[in-house]
């Protein structure tokens, strides 16, 4: 059986990266559609050794064709816009934009974590926040194993999570440039601002991973605070991750936990040095986790370092793995 795929956003970071993941996975494509806003329709995309012309999201380009899965990156809007008449059409719509994240008529998934709830949806899933995917990957086995009672996420994230622009502001700032993404110059700096303030005096990013991680693992008493700082690191968040276990552990315990979890590496060895960071781990599938030791402050707190690849874990290849679930589980 091969599906038809559309995406939409096909010319950004993560609609790129949508298709050399499709690519690599040998994913079963029969035909391939590549939409963009005007800017971009007419130029041309390979795809398995094809050139495809990138066309307007338009509702007469989309109307005409039978699309069997959208991917979606082309911003909150757009997805507003345009992923209901991509529903209509028959498509499982799954998109990276927050515009349904919380809706609580749409799954928020992330294969490792909660694949049963691709089992309820209308059309729509939501591929959660870069930020929030890699750190549930590391939460689940904790989650089932001992319980958590409380998490305090402190995030240092790429540039690449805000698009072309974010990298192309860190490219261009190393030479002085002034910044046009961000709100200040991301070269040799840190910026302890990810997307707008809140009245609570959190960003939109902070409370995102806050109500996000609450969601896909079914408990909205879980306590979280989350501060999120953008640093100029091209591909690759990373994230110091505190959390207070429910039950007691012993740390090998935990260590053969995370061994045996599905889509996590541990890569943990203080005694040579060895704990994963951006430039090794930018284009892995896995999320990567080191620095595991005890927090001894209070009675059953673990510190871990988690890293991935945003752009791939953190938003295309999670969207990918959520089609590649629908098809293994005959879903649709
Ligand atoms: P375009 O190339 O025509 O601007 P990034 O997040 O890397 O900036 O990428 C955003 C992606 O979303 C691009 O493919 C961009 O297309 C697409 N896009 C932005 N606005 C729209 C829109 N209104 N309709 C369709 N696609 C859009």
Redesign the pocket.
């Known amino acids: 059986m091969k599906y038809n795929v559309a995406i939409?956003?096909?010319?950004?970071?993560?609609?790129r990266q949508f298709i050399s993941i499709l690519e690599e996975r040998q994913f079963p494509i029969d035909t391939i559609y590549f939409?963009?806003?005007?800017?971009?329709?007419g130029t041309t995309i390979m795809f398995n050794e094809k050139e495809v012309t990138v066309e307007e999201?338009k509702q007469e380009n989309i109307i005409n064709k039978k699309i069997d899965f959208a991917l979606f990156?082309?911003?909150g809007?757009?997805s507003l816009k345009f992923a209901s008449l991509f529903v209509e059409c028959g498509a499982i719509v799954i998109d990276n934009s927050s515009a349904w994240r919380m809706d609580p008529k749409v799954p928020l998934v992330v294969p490792e974590v909660n694949p049963e709830d691709l089992k309820w949806h209308n059309g729509i899933i939501a591929n959660p926040n870069c930020s929030t995917i890699q750190a549930v990957v590391a939460l689940k086995p904790l989650l089932d194993d001992y319980g958590i009672k409380r998490i305090i996420y402190s995030t240092y994230q790429a540039v690449s999570g805000a698009?072309?622009?974010g990298f192309n502001d860190l490219k261009d700032g190393i030479s002085g440039a002034s910044p046009k993404k961000f709100q200040y110059p991301i070269a040799y700096n840190v910026i302890p601002q990810i997307d707008v303030f809140l009245d609570n005096g959190y960003t939109k990013e902070e409370m995102k991973m806050i109500e996000e991680t609450k969601k896909i693992l079914h408990n909205d008493n879980l306590r979280i605070t989350a501060t999120t700082v953008r640093v100029p690191v091209i591909h690759g968040h990373s994230e110091s991750i505190n959390v207070e276990l429910e039950k007691s552990f012993s740390l090998e315990e935990v260590l053969n936990t995370f061994n045996a979890a599905k889509g996590i590496v541990l890569m943990d060895n203080t005694r040579e040095n060895i704990y994963p960071m951006p430039l090794q781990i930018a284009g892995k599938d896995e999320v990567y986790i080191g620095r595991v030791r005890r927090d001894f402050s209070l009675e059953n707190g673990l510190n871990l370092w988690v890293v991935a690849d945003n752009i791939r874990k953190g938003a295309a290849l999670n969207a990918v793995q959520i089609a590649e679930t629908f098809i293994e589980n005959n879903l649709i």
Do not use: I, K, Q, W
Request: aromatic content about 4%; hydrophobic content about 40%.
């Open positions: 939409v956003g096909a010319t950004g970071m993560v609609g939409f963009s806003s005007s800017r971009s329709a999201l990156s082309a911003g809007d757009t698009g072309m622009g």
